[in-house]
């Protein structure tokens, strides 16, 4: 079966500060997906990454990072130099390979920014 | 120009009615998906469809039934509501890239509150 663990319900940070978002996954299959989406409060599901289980390379997008290691089962999210705007939940996601299946989510992390 | 978007945002009902939302995808995708969203944010999925033809049917009440008159549409109708069904739904879909596998990005719709009193 397949399982998403977000440890982290709950995480404050002060503005400019870089926070790391946790996750840690299980499946059986060898191909596999792994997906971050942000909740803002207004409360859309917005996509921010996908990653196949055979690309480990770490990838970049402005403030946000994302550190892939097969052999932790790790899935980390980090945004540096954080932002209010950055307060949402954050959702780590896992699928099959396999079109049209369903996404696991893990539970959620909300993260506040203040300034 | 909206991607995936649903009709109502809100809907506030009484128990015992039935009620429907409607999903539409401009993104020429070929499947379509509900997900539920609890009180306490937990997404998971309810169906998926693919050119019109179930692909996933979770374990939801049979009061709960998906409708796809085309691949861009995916309406959820709910009979008989009860207090329990009061969440937050959303509609997505993604590109089917067929027998070659690959669970291409899901793009979801802006969300369905479902308030039943």
């Known amino acids: 079966a397949q399982k998403v663990t977000q440890a982290q319900t709950e995480i404050s940070v002060v503005e400019k500060e870089d926070v790391t978002l946790d996750c840690v996954y299980e499946t059986r299959d060898t191909t596999y997906y792994l997906f971050w989406y942000k909740q803002p409060p207004s409360g859309e599901l917005v996509f921010l990454i996908r990653?196949?289980?055979?690309?480990?390379q770490n990838e970049i997008s402005g403030r946000y990072s994302w550190n892939f290691q097969k052999s932790t089962s790790s899935f980390n999210f980090t945004i540096t130099a954080s932002q209010v705007v950055d307060s949402a939940v954050y959702f780590c996601a896992l699928s099959k390979n396999q079109a049209g299946t369903a996404l696991i989510f893990g539970k959620g992390t909300t993260l506040s920014v203040s300034s | 120009d909206t991607a995936v978007s649903q009709t109502p945002k809100y809907l506030v009902t009484q128990m015992g009615n039935d009620k429907s939302i409607k999903c539409e995808q401009n993104l020429g995708h070929d499947t379509m998906y509900w997900y539920k969203q609890d009180s306490k944010k937990f997404l998971k999925i309810m169906f998926s469809?693919?050119?019109?033809?179930?692909?996933i049917n979770e374990t939801v009440p049979n009061r709960f039934s998906p409708k796809s008159p085309d691949k861009a549409h995916l309406n959820l109708h709910i009979n008989s509501l009860e207090l329990g069904d009061s969440a937050v739904y959303f509609c997505a879909s993604s590109q089917d890239w067929g027998g070659r596998g690959s669970a291409d990005t899901q793009y979801f719709g802006p969300g369905t509150r479902l308030t039943v009193l």
């Open positions: 469809y693919n050119n019109k033809e179930l692909i």
């Open positions: 990653r196949n289980s055979f690309d480990e």
